[in-house]
């Protein structure tokens, strides 16, 4: 699943389309796409892992769920679920979620808690965190409710950094290893977002997928933990337990 700085990425991608009236719109998402018809793209948006396409009253919110993927002026062979096309130039995106909702953007999202956002707010996440009861940290990075865009490999790879292990109770955590954990977050994701651009991201991963730790050369260990069994990558000797 696309994490936030892979959706700026897209968001910045797409920018030559913003203001470019549609003259065609179609897919296999259940929504109105005669309503698109020779509308203008109004601005363009990222939410953490959403992607927003706004227009005058309402937007279009792409989740890219698991698998998806877009293409920028060309096709797929399969359909697309949403496909816009332009006097010059067409987006069409596969595999993803697609919704139309009424309203503007800035009344519905809290932008303090987007980790790519320039309004983020680390006192904020660090405020929220300290009143999570029998929360583990694994669980706590993926909540978009705190750390908006925050997946699985910023997940591992902040963890890592601040080596904290991932089946820490989040009350148990001291205040000062919590600031330093809300500050990389921010700071790996930026890093992600600048690796991405480079084409090099996996060749910096530390922990994500790896066999060994390269603090304490010994096997790490990779276990499915937390509420939803996500994949956790990490070193018993150098991320300690807080319980």
Avoid at 56 to 74: A, D, K, P, Q, S
Avoid at 103 to 120: R, T
């Amino acid at each position: 699943m696309p994490e936030g700085p892979s959706i700026l990425i897209l968001k910045e991608q797409l920018a030559s389309f913003k203001g470019k009236k549609i003259t065609e719109a179609n897919g296999n998402s259940k929504i109105d796409f005669k309503r698109l018809q020779n509308l203008k793209i109004k601005d363009l948006k990222s939410w953490g892992k959403h992607f927003l396409i706004c227009f005058e009253n309402f937007f279009l919110r792409v989740h890219l769920l698991m698998f998806g993927t877009y293409r920028i002026n060309e096709k797929k062979e399969s359909e697309p679920r949403l496909s816009m096309r332009f006097k010059a130039g067409e987006i069409n995106f596969y595999t993803c979620n697609i919704q139309l909702i009424e309203g503007n953007p800035h009344e519905i999202y809290d932008w303090e808690v987007d980790i790519m956002s320039e309004e983020w707010n680390p006192k904020k996440a660090e405020k929220k965190l300290k009143t999570l009861k029998k929360n583990k940290i694994c669980d706590a990075l993926l909540d978009q409710d705190l750390f908006s865009g925050v997946g699985n490999i910023i997940k591992n790879e902040v963890l890592f950094r601040t080596k904290i292990h991932p089946e820490s109770d989040v009350t148990e955590i001291p205040s000062k290893k919590i600031k330093e954990l809300v500050k990389e977050t921010q700071n790996y994701s930026w890093d992600f977002y600048n690796w991405k651009k480079k084409s090099e991201l996996k060749k910096h991963w530390q922990i994500y997928k790896k066999k060994r730790c390269p603090r304490c050369d010994i096997e790490s260990t990779i276990a499915w933990l937390g509420k939803g069994k996500r994949l956790s990558c990490y070193c018993e000797n150098c991320q300690i337990l807080y319980i």
